[in-house]
């Protein structure tokens, strides 16, 4: 059974940052495509980050370029994704997930596997 489980999403205020840590099971951590997209209230779910360990491809939507970043610890299987310098757009449900390629994951935006989500509130 695959599982993503999210953490560490809160409120802080703009210019802050937050780290959300995903932990995933069931897959192969670094054969697999992993890595976030969110949905802001009332709009589409779109694209955050994502990695593939073994292909070496780690790519980031442009709205978070720069201030965002994605680590991993290989041992506990846990995705992070480092926010920093959070703007008020940033606010979101913010979702990990997976998928057996790159391209159906990211390129066609259609993840295999999603976790239940953890909020993101960022005050202007």
């Known amino acids: 059974e695959v599982q993503l489980v999210e953490s560490g999403g809160g409120s802080v205020q703009r210019g802050e940052s937050l780290t959300l840590s995903c932990e995933i099971s069931?897959?192969?951590?670094?054969?697999?495509?992993i890595g976030w997209f969110r949905q802001a209230p009332g709009k589409e779910v779109e694209r955050v980050y994502y990695?593939?360990?073994?292909?070496?491809?780690?790519v980031a939507e442009d709205a978070v370029e720069g201030r965002f970043s994605l680590t991993d610890d290989r041992v506990k299987k846990t995705l992070y994704l480092q926010m920093t310098k959070l703007e008020p757009e940033d606010t979101a449900t913010y979702y990990c997930?997976?998928?057996?390629?790159?391209?159906?994951?990211?390129?066609?935006?259609?993840?295999?596997?999603w976790g239940k989500g953890t909020q993101v509130i960022v005050s202007p």
């Open positions: 997930v997976a998928g057996r390629t790159n391209y159906k994951m990211w390129v066609q935006q259609s993840p295999d596997y």
């Open positions: 069931g897959i192969p951590f670094e054969n697999s495509a």
């Open positions: 990695q593939n360990i073994k292909l070496r491809v780690k």
